[in-house]
């Protein structure tokens, strides 16, 4: 994979049009876009198709928390649409997770979310996890790899750790990665581009630094000129 290849630009916005209109801008050199609940929810599944159309790759992030039934047929569901990737939330339990991973296609990423990026140890403590941040993301990431994903979502704090555990058995995933030139907002546990990588991640899912710029290509541009 060259660089560009590991970046994953996230298509947080209302519309169809908004996220095509990125895509246009970015689809050289980035080749892979993230669509979340924001914009599913506007624009539904045709958006995967469409964005499939253009050549690019997918990563629907949902983050499934369900009854092992329904995440399964959720799974197949997404697999017939074409997404080569998608989110489960890890805290769904071991029978939830396995039937996610039983019922995947064969090319598809799936990625067990961890602990959220926005979130701190006080977070853990509002909903009743005692030991901290680091033991609870490998807790519900052994989960995770025992029941069957091939990729994790991890905040860039926590992918040496990951990377030491799992080591190339799975794919890491960061999200909240922010460029130095850019504002951390709502992330609580943020790396560069850099960092992150060097930390072991595999991808790097970045959206407000790109999207929100009046400029996204020359964010694109500027990211990749610091990791060259």
Request: glycine share 8%.
């Amino acid at each position: 994979m060259t660089t560009a290849d590991q970046i994953i630009v996230a298509l947080d916005v209302p519309t169809k049009e908004e996220a095509l209109n990125l895509l246009e801008q970015l689809l050289d050199p980035i080749s892979f876009f993230k669509v979340g609940l924001q914009l599913y929810t506007a624009e539904g599944p045709e958006i995967i198709r469409t964005i499939s159309s253009t050549g690019a790759r997918v990563f629907l992030d949902l983050k499934l928390h369900d009854i092992p039934h329904t995440v399964a047929r959720t799974v197949e569901r997404v697999n017939a649409l074409g997404a080569q990737a998608l989110t489960i939330h890890l805290s769904g339990g071991s029978d939830m997770v396995r039937a996610a991973a039983e019922a995947r296609g064969p090319g598809m990423l799936l990625l067990g979310v961890t602990v959220l990026t926005s979130a701190t140890e006080k977070t853990l403590r509002e909903i009743g996890v005692a030991d901290g941040m680091d033991k609870e993301v490998l807790r519900l990431a052994t989960l995770g790899v025992e029941g069957g994903v091939n990729g994790l979502v991890a905040s860039a704090r926590e992918l040496e750790m990951l990377r030491r555990q799992f080591g190339t058995k799975v794919k890491l995933v960061a999200p909240g990665i922010r460029p130095s030139w850019s504002s951390a907002g709502d992330q609580k546990r943020a790396m560069t581009p850099r960092q992150a990588l060097e930390a072991g991640a595999d991808y790097l899912v970045i959206g407000r630094p790109i999207t929100a710029h009046p400029r996204p290509r020359e964010a694109v541009d500027k990211i990749l000129q610091e990791l060259a």
